[in-house]
């Protein structure tokens, strides 16, 4: 009937408000990795700007540290060198460390900043270091309701 | 293989991959066996060792190369060696032995090691940057595709980002497609058939180790096997009579003396590469090199100076491989997904495709499989009766 496939799309119109939002990569720093620290529209009503930057930034930071090149990486890369680079196979690089690092900061600001607000950071590791993405968790259940609903509809359960 | 009943999902089977290197295998206690992540990855990659370690599908002429160096090693250190010793120096086999152990481990190494390959794009990153493309263009009215690139400032100069078809992201700087391996790589120099993989930013150090390493070895040989035959032939013996003494250094000569200069020439084309920061793929397209006629171009990775360039390329943090090969598959239908969302993988991977066929009144092409990750209930449907 006509009303059900109306209050289907309603309900459709706003879980596919539930797509996921991408912080891309900043490059203009050359290949360092570094998030764009521009404010999404998407985000505008969930979370205030100086949270979102201030992750962001502590991200870009982190990952800096990582990616630095100075004393403790040439000394790690010096010896690595002498070893054959065998030692990259017994031993935990400090990229490896601060990537541990991060992991722990997300699931810190998960829990603290971004679930009670309905959102999901998920680690750009995950995502071949391209994006931080934000995905919302609230309109998740929605649209499970309507997705179940749907497909009763369709195969008439 | 598929299942059409209700079923759980073992929530040991959920693990997040990790960015680390894995600590040792998990314990499988399934009823049917998970899949790990390299048993479903698209490029063309061989693993081995149940994902530890990644080579590509075309070996190349790896073994040719290994068989090579062993061979000869293996004459030089039986033959030569004895003879060197006792008239020379013990030192001889000791810095062979050095050289020997340096080549075969950085060839495996750059052989078998993540070159730096870029997972592909999930279908929400794709779809977000489809929308990106799309827009901006606005006029429908032409039949071109839009353009598919992107501009990036980056010491102030302006470098295009292009966008990958197979990959469905748009290129970092200095990543490109290599066609035999089927993967954007990170930092891509060249794929070399010699080691069997391509050689990126993660295994750069170990090929530049390699063929430094070799280039010494092959010299070192060739000059030893020379000393050796000098040796023999003197006390008016003749050259004839030291090759008849010794005919493996015959074949040792001929072998270094055919790939010394090859190996000598691209280690120090790769010596220049590094000292200027470049890639291979950079200096044959001549990005950087102002061939379009650009006179402010210049490549805007370097860092103006010898040393710090061969410092970051060579003693740089070793970035982490980013493509997890040991986790976990979650489901058998789907894909690197994330924890927390709906996927229509028999459709085309966008919850809006239910909804269009629905408000269309078309039945759905494909039952659809919804798995839900965090409730752990899998739902497969069965196809209408």
Redesign the interface.
């Known amino acids: 009937p006509a009303d059900t ?1 109306h209050n ?2 309603e309900l ?1 119109h706003s ?2 408000l ?3 939002v ?1 912080i891309q ?1 900043d ?5 360092i990795c570094k998030f764009q620290t521009k404010f999404p529209a998407e985000l505008d009503s969930r979370i205030e700007r100086s949270l979102f930057e201030e992750t962001v930034k502590t991200l870009n930071c982190y990952y800096g540290e ?4 100075g004393g403790q ?2 000394l ?3 010896l ?2 002498a070893t ?3 030692i ?1 196979l017994c031993m ?5 460390k601060i ?2 690092k991060i ?1 722990m900061y997300i699931q810190e600001q998960n829990e603290k900043i971004y679930a009670p607000r309905g959102l ?1 950071l ?1 680690d750009p ?7 931080v ?1 934000f ?1 919302n ?1 609230w309109d ?1 259940f929605l ?2 309701g309507t ?1 179940l609903k ?2 009763c ?3 008439k359960l | 293989m598929k299942n059409h009943e209700y079923q759980q999902i073992d929530p040991q089977a959920l693990v997040t991959p990790t960015p680390t290197p894995p600590p040792r295998p998990l314990p499988e206690h399934k009823p049917r066996r998970a899949r790990r992540r390299w048993e479903v990855f698209p490029g063309k990659n061989r693993f081995c060792c149940d994902g530890r370690m990644i080579a590509a599908r075309q070996s190349g002429v790896l073994p040719l190369t290994l068989g090579l160096i062993l061979l000869t090693s293996g004459l030089f250190f039986i033959f030569d060696c004895p003879f060197l010793v006792k008239h020379l120096t013990s030192c001889i086999p000791a810095i062979g032995g050095v050289l020997f152990v340096f080549v075969i481990i950085s060839l495996l190494q750059t052989s078998f090691t993540d070159p730096g390959i870029l997972p592909r794009a999930t279908p929400e990153e794709a779809a977000d940057i489809e929308k990106q493309i799309d827009n901006p263009t606005g006029s429908s009215s032409s039949y071109r595709p839009p353009p598919r690139t992107k501009e990036v400032v980056i010491n102030q100069q302006v470098v295009k980002l292009k966008y990958c078809f197979t990959c469905k992201i748009f290129r970092p700087p200095r990543t490109s497609h290599c066609s035999l391996c089927d993967n954007c790589v990170e930092r891509f120099d060249h794929h070399c058939p010699w080691v069997g993989n391509c050689v990126g930013k993660r295994n750069y150090r170990f090929f530049y180790t390699f063929i430094i390493s070799l280039s010494f070895l092959t010299a070192f040989i060739f000059g030893c096997v020379t000393t050796h035959l000098t040796l023999r032939s003197q006390g008016g013996n003749g050259l004839v009579f030291a090759l008849q003494a010794s005919p493996a250094s015959a074949l040792e000569l001929v072998v270094c003396f055919f790939s010394v200069w090859s190996i000598l020439g691209l280690s120090g084309f790769h010596t220049y590469l590094v000292a200027t920061n470049l890639t291979t793929n950079e200096d044959i397209k001549g990005s950087w090199s102002g061939k379009s006629g650009n006179e402010d171009v210049g490549n805007p990775y370097s860092y103006n100076s010898i040393i710090k360039n061969c410092c970051s390329v060579l003693c740089g943090p070793m970035p982490p491989s980013l493509i997890d090969r040991r986790g976990f598959v979650p489901s058998d239908d789907s894909v690197q997904t994330s924890p927390v969302e709906i996927e229509l993988p028999a459709a085309k991977n966008d919850i809006n495709m239910v909804g269009r066929a629905v408000t269309s009144g078309r039945p759905l092409p494909r039952p659809p499989v919804i798995t839900l990750q965090q409730p752990a209930i899998s739902i497969q449907s069965h196809s209408t009766a």
């Open positions: 496939f289907l799309q459709h879980a596919s539930a797509t996921k991408f990569r490059y203009s720093d050359s290949t990582a990616e630095k090149i990486s040439y790690e890369g010096c690595a060198c054959a680079y065998i990259f935990e690089t400090r990229y490896e990537l541990k992991s999901l998920t590791i995950e995502r071949g270091m391209r994006v993405s995905a968790t998740v649209s499970v997705t749907e497909l509809t369709i195969y």
